[in-house]
């Protein structure tokens, strides 16, 4: 990392601070250090910088300024919205329907309520990451108390049909909550028009600081509002209206609220420059790298997602060797956190173990540039090719392992 620029194409894993939202966090901590529920002028200013926070958050999502609550992290609001329905559902029934892409901080609070007597069912997903609508209808039972479709998945980039599912979920009577990390402030949404009753977002996937997240939870109005379908997970002081206790993270939250406000401003013309670069990498690499292949949806996908399956190679010794070129990117191979299962989001899209372990994410971000594109263009052709002559995979002795083909091993 000795070169002069290091390309940061991992804007999916987290993204660098927006100075502007570094400016906005870094007066609020020296300026507005009160605690939010106290009564004197400074936790009042603490107070207001909140609720203006709370309300510019909420209008990127057309929601409403109280249906948001603070957490402090996309994984929390997740376990907030799974672990505070189920448990005050319960009585109700013990059935949840999710797909089987999820992220870990979906997947794994439902392999948790497995063993306490709950049914999850994981929708299958076709070749490019997307859930049938119809297998979602087929699977609601009058068991079933919540639907957690992801909005946008954090490595293929695919986009569900959020409307659709939201319509079957309202037409079932049965809550609907959407892990929106990756898609949130990225591409529109409207909890309205898309009928999504909880939906979970992280300030660090959008140029925000770490450790800052919400969930939405919809008023459900009438009397006891929210408070009839769900429950708090921690108790403590009042704040977040109890839904979520602990001193509130006022500056944190300030940045987070910077940071869904300059997104707003910014998010057409972003998407389509974003767009752009990322046909461009797609095109030239399936055209000029052979065996190589897009993983997700051509279309539906986020802007700034591009996957692509090397064959014969280690998506973990390409991002090491890009990393040795001043390149960050990102694997879908779970190798990189220290496991060998291949990711289940790769192969639930039907990829094989050893497909699987090839692919490379590279996630756009909004300081990356075209020259940042085309020097990580130039230098990709030479990493793969490096890495399929040392393969023990490479073409023309793949069949070493096969029976039926030991001719073409020489
Ligand atoms: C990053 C991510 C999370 C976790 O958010 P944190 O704020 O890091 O806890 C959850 N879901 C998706 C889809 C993500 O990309």
């Known amino acids: 990392m000795n070169d002069s620029k290091y390309i940061y194409l991992d804007n999916a894993a987290t993204t660098p601070m927006d100075p502007r939202v570094i400016e906005e966090v870094t007066k609020h901590f020296k300026e507005t250090y009160g605690n939010s529920s106290s009564l004197h002028s400074v936790g009042q200013k603490a107070g207001q910088i909140l609720l203006k926070s709370r309300e510019t958050i909420a209008s990127l999502i057309n929601a409403n300024r109280d249906d948001i609550f603070f957490t402090s992290s996309g994984t929390e609001a997740d376990n907030i919205a799974i672990f505070g329905v189920t448990s005050k559902n319960k009585e109700r029934g013990n059935h949840i329907i999710t797909s089987s892409i999820e992220h870990h901080a979906i ?20 070749q490019f990451g997307l859930i049938a609508t119809k297998d979602l209808e087929n699977a609601i039972t009058d068991k079933t108390i919540l639907i957690s479709i992801m909005f946008a998945n954090n490595e293929i980039g695919t986009i569900q049909p959020m409307k659709k599912i939201g319509s079957i979920a309202k037409k079932h009577d049965v809550l609907f909550h959407t892990d929106a990390v990756q898609a949130f402030g990225k591409v529109p949404i409207d909890v309205n028009e898309m009928k999504i009753d909880l939906l979970s977002a992280s300030a660090h996937k959008l140029y925000g600081p770490k450790g ?9 109005g009438i009397r006891e509002g929210w408070g009839k379908f ?18 509130v993270n006022v500056p944190g939250i300030a940045g987070f609220a910077k940071a869904a406000e300059l997104a707003k401003e910014e998010m057409d013309e972003e998407s389509l420059r974003q767009i752009k670069l990322r046909e461009k990498i797609i095109k030239w690499v399936t055209e000029n790298i052979e065996d190589s292949y897009l993983n997700g949806h051509p279309t539906q996908r986020l802007p700034n997602n591009v996957n692509i399956g090397f064959r014969y190679i280690e998506g973990e010794s390409i991002v090491l060797d890009l990393d040795m070129e001043g390149i960050a990117a990102s694997t879908g191979s779970a190798c990189s956190s220290k496991s060998l299962e291949p990711s289940h989001v790769l192969t639930a899209i039907g990829l094989k173990p050893e497909e699987a372990h090839g692919s490379l994410r590279v996630s756009l971000g909004r300081f990356t540039t075209e020259e940042d594109i085309d020097h990580f263009l130039e230098k990709l052709p030479g990493v793969i090719e490096r890495l399929r002559k040392m393969s023990p995979l ?5 069949y070493m392992f096969s029976d039926s083909n030991h001719e073409n091993y020489h």
Do not use: A, C, W
């Open 394 to 398: 490479k073409k023309g002795v793949k």
């Open 212 to 220: 800052v997240g919400m969930l939405y939870i919809r008023n459900k």
């Open 107 to 126: 997947e794994n609070p439902y392999k948790q309520l497995e063993k306490r007597e709950f049914e999850v069912t994981f929708l299958p997903v076709d």
């Open 230 to 247: 769900i429950e708090p997970i921690m108790y403590g002081g009042g704040h977040e209206r109890d839904m979520r206790p602990s001193t």
